[in-house]
């Protein structure tokens, strides 16, 4: 809606999820490569800064890109300059930086993991959007939406979700917020053998919800209750990451590196 409010609407706008990439695929991605600059650089690649020249590039999870990286991000803001992997040349750029997260960055600052800079830099203007579960009107439009897409994309004829389906997905506590109802969604679609989704197509975390889950936001969370819920969530999962990830709605990397963060062994 920014966007397509702003003189930039003509321009592109490309949105990329910075959770659970690893430090050299989210800078390849952002800030492009040249030839042989890694293995697998056959050729010179654009980023997508670049991509996004004139339009708005839309940074989720920001909150997730490593330190390193943060610092190129910092040269955009500042200097509107990028400089591709493998090579010396500063390229000029033009394009707007809109950024979300669930973190607290300011802890995050306190504790080493984002650069104060960055962040004075990326919170000029904020808005703050509450998570899904203080706003469960939106479920029914959210699901409407997401099987609209589904619908398009996998080609199968799912129209809705039964009662007893929907009583779930309003009930359920979504710490993953709206991308982990399109995932459940998408889970649903996949599983469901005609036109509506039954709880049995549903996820096993929304089926079978565990009361003992608190409802607080994570950028509310002390490490010391991140930790405890990181650590239920891995026991509940009998130490599968994977599906504790799932559990806690975050990816797989974001889940290694807050346990290395919070002093929890990420070793088998």
Not at 201 to 218: G, T
């Amino acid at each position: 809606a920014i966007h397509q409010a702003s003189h930039r609407k003509e321009f592109p706008f490309i949105a990329v999820n910075c959770a659970g990439l690893t430090e050299s695929l989210v800078a390849s991605q952002l800030f492009g490569h040249k030839r042989g600059a890694f293995t697998g650089a056959v050729s010179d690649q654009q980023g997508l800064i670049e991509a996004a020249e004139g339009g708005t590039l839309f940074l989720d999870e920001i909150g997730d890109i490593p330190l390193t990286v943060q610092t190129s991000l910092l040269r955009v803001l500042q200097e509107r300059e990028i400089t591709r992997l493998g090579e010396s040349r500063l390229r000029k750029v033009d394009v707007r930086v809109l950024a979300a997260t669930h973190h607290n960055l300011a802890n995050d600052v306190s504790s080493g993991a984002f650069r104060a800079d960055l962040l004075y830099r990326i919170r000029v203007g904020r808005v703050l959007l509450p998570p899904l579960r203080e706003r469960r009107e939106d479920i029914p439009l959210l699901i409407s939406h997401f099987l609209n897409q589904y619908r398009a994309t996998t080609g199968r004829p799912v129209e809705a979700v039964n009662n007893e389906g929907l009583g779930l997905l309003m009930a359920y506590a979504w710490p993953g917020n709206v991308r982990e109802l399109k995932h459940a969604i998408e889970f649903a679609v996949i599983r469901c053998p005609n036109t509506i989704i039954r709880p049995q197509d549903l996820p096993p975390e929304v089926v079978n919800q565990d009361e003992k889950w608190p409802l607080i936001p994570p950028e509310e969370m002390s490490p010391s209750h991140e930790k405890e819920r990181i650590l239920s969530a891995l026991k509940q999962t009998g130490g599968n990451r994977s599906a504790a990830a799932k559990l806690l709605g975050i990816a797989r990397l974001t889940l290694y590196r807050r346990m290395s963060r919070l002093g929890i062994s990420t070793r088998r």
